[in-house]
C-alpha cells in the first residue's frame, strides 16, 4: 500500500501490518512540492507504477515543467521504491491509465490544466511522450458559468474529438517508424 503525502513524501506500507507512526516500509520524498491529488497505479511485469501530479524530487532527467511522476514499486522482501519516470508538462490534472487490454500496453494521460492546457499521453513503462493535443482554449466566457463561489468550465465536444484524431494520427505515424 502506498500513502501520498502533502510533505512531498511517498510512504510505502504493509496492508496487512500498518506499523502505526513510523511502522512504513519505506519513506522518500517524492515531490518538490506537496502532493495534493489522486494517484493512478498500474503493473508493469512484476512492478507496480504510480503516477501523480507534482515535480518530482528525483526525475531521471531533471528540468521545469516536469508536473508527472511516476513511481516505481518492486516487490521484494524489503520493497524498493524509485522514481521512475517523470512526465513533461505543466499543469494541475490528475493522470489516468489506459491498457488494450487491462493490463498491457499502460498509457498515462494527464491534462495539462491551468498550465500548458494541453492533453499529453506517455508510455507508462518508459515515459515516452506518444501524444499532446493542440492547446484547449476553454477560459472563454461562453464556456463559463459562475455560482457564488464556484465557477463551471466546459470543453467544446469539438476540442474531443479533434484531440481523439490527433492521437490516432500520432499512433499511426509511431507504427511506421
Same mark, same amino acid.
Given at each position: ?5 502533502? @510533505? ?13 507512526? =513510523?511502522? +512504513? ?27 501523480? +501530479? ?29 522514481? $521512475?519516470?517523470? =512526465? $513533461? ?11 488494450? @487490454?487491462?493490463?498491457s ?10 498550465? @500548458? ?13 506518444i ?8 477560459? @472563454? ?26 492521437? $490516432? ?9
Amino acid at each position: 500500500m502506498l500513502a501520498l503525502g502533502k @510533505d512531498g513524501k511517498a510512504y510505502l506500507l504493509d496492508r496487512n501490518n500498518l506499523g502505526g507512526i =513510523g511502522g +512504513q516500509l519505506a519513506a522518500e520524498t517524492v515531490s518538490e512540492t506537496r502532493i495534493i491529488t489522486s494517484p493512478a497505479a498500474y503493473r508493469v511485469g512484476n512492478d507496480v507504477f504510480v503516477a501523480f +501530479q507534482a515535480p518530482g524530487a528525483h526525475c531521471p532527467t531533471p528540468g521545469r515543467g516536469r508536473d508527472l511522476t511516476v513511481l516505481r514499486i518492486t516487490a521484494g522482501s524489503l520493497p524498493a521504491m524509485s522514481t $521512475a519516470w517523470c =512526465g $513533461a508538462l505543466r499543469g494541475r490534472g490528475f493522470p489516468i491509465v489506459t491498457t488494450t @487490454d487491462g493490463h498491457s500496453n499502460p498509457i498515462v494521460w494527464m491534462l495539462g490544466a491551468e498550465g @500548458d492546457n494541453r492533453l499529453h499521453a506517455f508510455r507508462g513503462d518508459t515515459g515516452e511522450p506518444i501524444f499532446a493535443s493542440a492547446p484547449w482554449a476553454v477560459c @472563454d466566457a461562453s464556456r463559463r458559468r459562475s455560482r457564488p463561489g464556484i465557477t463551471f468550465m466546459s470543453a467544446p465536444m469539438s476540442a474531443f474529438t479533434r484531440s481523439s484524431s490527433e492521437l $490516432a494520427a500520432a499512433l499511426r505515424n509511431r507504427s511506421r517508424t
